[in-house]
């Protein structure tokens, strides 16, 4: 059991770091209202507990490196360990879990002609966060996901619908795998309802628009009325006071966070603000360099990374003489446009298909197999007579030990009736909701291959 967190300036509360395993957890409020402060302060807290992909849409979280170790910096500008590349993507995700380190994914300086690209973002982050969620299938363990402007990504109408639905996945059953997902938006009325309501831990920062409020209200399970009186005793971020609410559906607490211990790079610039060019920032090493290298291929590596590894470990320990060198290297291909191959969704979705559908029936009895290919296979509602009759068992095996646990309670199979008339039929509507890439030919043959 870890000690408890120290987050806010009153010490009102006490969370543990093992209260964030599996946990989804929102950071809502207004422009300048202390939501970056927040999340960076609960990244500081939970870094040498858990490692954490961070989406970083404006460039707020690379002063994180000041202080903390263990942090990969990837992005298009010469700040960056290693360039955003699409291709190499699952491999970063796979070697971040694999080694506990955390990632920030850093999109600032990313556009064409000075427009972001969001759908090229989009598509990187689904084939980045589609590994992760993979690989955590398989690996268990605490791990957090940090989305920043989450009504970019999981909006309550339109966006990318292959990201959306990812997220929105992850959110509502990243539990069992040990995945932390974090969500920060200043449009939160925005974002999917079916996110927020998967938060356990919120952390609420000052609103004033009414539509924010109503939502606080709907999140809180409190009347507006109350919302804006709790919101009337609160100052808004100024960089010395961050007034919030912080509930965990136990109780609710107002307070102010501390401030974050490393650089915030996303600060609002005033008349006398110093270059933050010569800030010193605690960069990846030598041997991480070389083990990125190695596992990922030099196409992920900036174009100096040849020339940084013949250097003696001096230059290592010279923050500014790497800054220079990686600046001088990087320059000519930092602001080239990009243009790279998109991923093959629907074959990804078909992937995902199969391996959600594996880690279902894993260390399932065989008849569970039989029982989902015979749904597949006769469409419609059956009974448990039929039902047995198609997939070759008897009635009682069927009463006694039905896939509740694996197969009805995820979703796979709807169950019908009271237990002396039981009926069955597969759930399309959760593959078509999932899978939109995918006809129902192709997932009904899947599902019976891997049955088989």
């Not at 989804?24 to 990244?43: D, S």
């Not at 360039?83 to 970063?92: G, Q, R």
């Not at 992760?132 to 339109?158: C, D, I, N």
């Not at 009805?408 to 237990?419: E, H, L, Y």
Request: with cysteine; net charge positive; charged share 25%.
């Amino acid at each position: 059991m870890g000690s408890t967190m120290k987050l806010d300036i009153h010490n009102r509360l006490s969370f543990k770091p093992e209260d964030f395993i599996g946990e989804c957890v929102a950071v809502l409020g207004r422009r300048g209202g202390g939501k970056t402060n927040t999340a960076a302060r609960l990244f500081e807290a939970l870094h040498s507990h858990m490692p954490a992909t961070i989406i970083d849409i404006d460039g707020d979280y690379w002063g994180l490196r000041q202080q903390l170790p263990n942090i990969i910096l990837v992005g298009m500008l010469p700040r960056a360990d290693l360039m955003l590349d699409i291709e190499k993507a699952p491999a970063l995700a796979n070697y971040s879990l694999d080694k506990g380190v955390s990632v920030i994914l850093d999109f600032d300086g990313y556009d064409n002609d000075g427009v972001r690209d969001e759908a090229w973002v989009a598509d990187y982050l689904y084939t980045y966060s589609l590994a992760l969620w993979r690989a955590m299938s398989k690996k268990r363990t605490p791990y957090m996901m940090m989305v920043e402007e989450a009504h970019e990504f999981v909006p309550q109408t339109g966006g990318h619908a292959a990201l959306k639905k990812l997220l929105r996945k992850m959110a509502l059953r990243g539990r069992k795998r040990g995945l932390s997902m974090l969500f920060t938006s200043q449009r939160f009325a925005n974002v999917s309802k079916d996110v927020l309501s998967q938060a356990g831990i919120m952390f609420l920062h000052h609103a004033t628009i009414p539509n924010d409020q109503e939502v606080y209200a709907g999140l809180l399970g409190r009347k507006i009325g109350e919302v804006q009186k709790l919101m009337a005793g609160m100052a808004n971020g100024n960089g010395q006071n961050f007034g919030l609410i912080v509930f965990d559906q136990k109780k609710l607490v107002t307070t102010q966070m501390r401030l974050r211990e490393t650089y915030h790079s996303g600060f609002t610039p005033g008349f006398n603000t110093s270059a933050v060019d010569s800030l010193p920032i605690n960069l990846v090493s030598h041997d991480w360099l070389a083990g990125l290298d190695g596992e990922l291929g030099k196409a992920l590596v900036w174009h100096s990374f040849d020339e940084l590894i013949k250097e003696n470990d001096k230059i290592f320990a010279d923050n500014k003489r790497l800054r220079e060198l990686l600046g001088v290297q990087s320059e000519a291909g930092a602001h080239l446009k990009i243009v790279p191959t998109a991923p093959d969704l629907a074959a990804i979705q078909m992937a995902d298909l199969e391996d959600e559908l594996r880690a279902a029936l894993q260390n399932s009895p065989r008849y569970h197999s039989k029982i989902l290919a015979a749904l597949v296979k006769f469409s419609g509602r059956m009974s448990t007579g039929l039902l047995a009759e198609k997939a070759g068992l008897s009635v009682s095996t069927i009463r006694k030990n039905p896939p509740v646990r694996n197969l009805i309670k995820p979703g796979w199979i709807n169950r019908f009736g009271d237990p002396g008339s039981r009926s069955y039929g597969f759930n399309w509507a959760k593959l078509t909701g999932e899978y939109d890439l995918l006809d129902s030919d192709a997932m009904r043959n899947t599902i019976i291959r891997v049955s088989a």
